[in-house]
T-cell receptor, first 115, second 111 residues
Framework: DTGVSQDPRHKITKRGQNVTFRCDPI?????LYWYRQTLGQGPEFLTYFQNEAQLEKSRLLSDRFSAERPKGSFSTLEIQRTEQGDSAMYLCASSLRESHYNEQFFGPGTRLTVL | DQQVKQNSPSLSVQEGRISILNCDYTNSMFDYFLWYKKYPAEGPTFLISISSIKDKNEDGRFTVFLNKSAKHLSLHIVPSQPGDSAVYFC??????????FGKGTRLHILP
C-alpha cells in the first residue's frame, strides 16, 4: 500500500522563476487537496479536486497559482513568477468522498525556498 | 478569523503521565473534528477523529472528547510515550469539505 507521494521533496528557486510540483494520491481516492504550511502555522487550504474537477479555490490561491488533475489521478501545482512570500511547505492530501469522518491522508510535502 | 484555535503552543509531560491537548472552535457548522500528528520534515499523519454527534471517541492510548456547547475538544494520550513527542494539530471540517487546521501544539515527552 503506497501512501500519498509528492515530488520533489525540496525545491530552491530564484524569485521570478516558475515551479511545478506533483502529487500522486492514494490510488482509490477520488478527492485530492493542496495545502500550504508556513512556519508556526497549521496547513492552510489552497484548492481541491474531486476526480478531475476542481471544486474550490481559496482566496490564498492568487492568479500566479494553477492546479490541475487532468485524468483524475495525479495532480500538479504550478507557481508562476515566484515571490519570496511563496516560500512554504506545500502539502498534498487525498481522501475518499465517501469516508465517514473526512479523514485526509497527507504526503510528505514539497518544501519551496524562493531566494 | 481563526476558526480553530490551539492556545497552547507547547506542552511538556512526563513519560507515563497523561497528555491533554486542547482546542477551541468557533464554527458551529463543523461536522467532523480530527487530530493530526506531525514530525519534522514529514506531512501530518491522521491520528483520530470524532463526529459532531458524538462526545467521545477512543482508539488505544488516544481519546478525543468533544463538548459542543463549549465548542471545545481535547485529545488525551495515556500513557504518554517518548515517540509521542511531535506537533499535534487540531482540525475541523464541514461534511466532506476542506479541513481547517489550528496552529498546532508542540508536545514534549520528558524522560
Amino acid at each position: 500500500d503506497t501512501g500519498v507521494s509528492q515530488d520533489p521533496r525540496h525545491k530552491i528557486t530564484k524569485r521570478g522563476q516558475n515551479v511545478t510540483f506533483r502529487c500522486d494520491p492514494i490510488s482509490e481516492h477520488n478527492r485530492l487537496y493542496w495545502y500550504r504550511q508556513t512556519l508556526g502555522q497549521g496547513p492552510e487550504f489552497l484548492t481541491y479536486f474531486q476526480n478531475e474537477a476542481q471544486l474550490e479555490k481559496s482566496r490564498l490561491l492568487s492568479d500566479r497559482f494553477s492546479a490541475e488533475r487532468p485524468k483524475g489521478s495525479f495532480s500538479t501545482l504550478e507557481i508562476q513568477r515566484t515571490e519570496q512570500g511563496d516560500s512554504a511547505m506545500y502539502l498534498c492530501a487525498s481522501s475518499l468522498r465517501e469516508s465517514h469522518y473526512n479523514e485526509q491522508f497527507f504526503g510528505p510535502g514539497t518544501r519551496l525556498t524562493v531566494l | 478569523d481563526q476558526q480553530v484555535k490551539q492556545n497552547s503552543p507547547s506542552l511538556s509531560v512526563q513519560e507515563g503521565r497523561i497528555s491533554i491537548l486542547n482546542c477551541d472552535y468557533t464554527n458551529s457548522m463543523f461536522d467532523y473534528f480530527l487530530w493530526y500528528k506531525k514530525y519534522p520534515a514529514e506531512g501530518p499523519t491522521f491520528l483520530i477523529s470524532i463526529s459532531s454527534i458524538k462526545d467521545k471517541n477512543e482508539d488505544g492510548r488516544f481519546t478525543v472528547f468533544l463538548n459542543k456547547s463549549a465548542k471545545h475538544l481535547s485529545l488525551h494520550i495515556v500513557p504518554s510515550q517518548p515517540g509521542d513527542s511531535a506537533v499535534y494539530f487540531c482540525a475541523a471540517s464541514e461534511w466532506n469539505d476542506k479541513i481547517i487546521f489550528g496552529k498546532g501544539t508542540r508536545l514534549h515527552i520528558l524522560p
